[in-house]
């Protein structure tokens, strides 16, 4: 029989009622901290779920890893069209989900939201970057479009926040079919007159398994040799081809 992950919720928030849990005190948890990517592999949902603290407002943020990701743009440079621009941002979490009870522009000011990195559509305004290229008043553009790929990848994305009866609060995030392997910050905040008043942090573990982890670990470790590899590979595979087809 399958049991929905609401009633999950209700029944732990009754017993930590009934354990006379401190309405200071967080408590939160997960469906799963560990999420494992097999060949087969197409995307999991992980249930996050908790009290909620009277006369506060509750965001929560999922993060990770970070990573330099990079930009670009095409310009058409005699007759052909090249990536000409491009810029290359530092320590930018490769995922971002963001859920909250309320609106985020309305519980937290702008400069909470930039200095904490709650907010997807900031998290640029205090990153480094490189560009190959002098801006034409069109920095902000270049971020926009930045968070835009993201959102259109779903590696970027706000859920809605349930709560039941104002005691207990239910997320549900979908983490996409091309999830990198690593750690992954879930970071719940309890906020008040706009100010963070307490928080708290789990993490989730996504990780590669069977032949898929030994291939991506000898990558990671090894990338000289595994290019060797690589190579050697693609040229026995043309030679075989040619080989099928002169018989043909």
């Not at 937290?108 to 904490?116: A, K, V, W």
């Not at 030994?214 to 470790?221: G, K, R, S």
Request: net charge positive; aromatic share 14%; hydrophobic share 40%.
């Amino acid at each position: 029989m399958i049991v929905s992950y609401k009633y999950i919720a209700i029944v732990f928030g009754i017993i930590f009622t009934f354990l006379n849990v401190k309405a200071e005190e967080i408590y939160f948890d997960l469906s799963e901290d560990n999420i494992e990517i097999k060949t087969d592999f197409d995307g999991k949902e992980i249930i996050i779920f908790g009290l909620l603290q009277d006369d506060h407002d509750t965001l929560l943020t999922i993060k990770g890893p970070p990573s330099k990701m990079k930009i670009q743009k095409k310009e058409r440079y005699l007759g052909v069209w090249i990536n000409n621009k491009q810029i290359t941002y530092s320590k930018i979490p490769t995922l971002f989900f963001l859920s909250a009870s309320s609106k985020i522009d309305d519980i937290l000011p702008n400069s909470i939201q930039i200095n904490d990195d709650l907010n997807f559509d900031k998290i640029l305004n205090n990153k480094t970057f490189d560009q190959n290229f002098i801006f034409e008043n069109d920095q902000e553009t270049w971020n926009k479009n930045f968070v835009r790929i993201k959102k259109k990848q779903l590696f970027y994305k706000e859920f809605e926040m349930k709560t039941f009866k104002d005691k207990l609060f239910q997320t549900s995030v979908f983490f996409p079919p091309n999830t990198i392997p690593g750690v992954y910050y879930v970071d719940i905040y309890y906020i008040k007159h706009k100010t963070i008043m307490s928080k708290d942090r789990k993490k989730i573990i996504v990780k590669k398994t069977g032949i898929g982890s030994d291939i991506y670990n000898f990558a990671q470790n090894r990338a000289a040799t595994y290019g060797v590899f690589v190579i050697i590979f693609s040229i026995l595979s043309g030679l075989i081809a040619a080989t099928l087809f002169r018989r043909v």
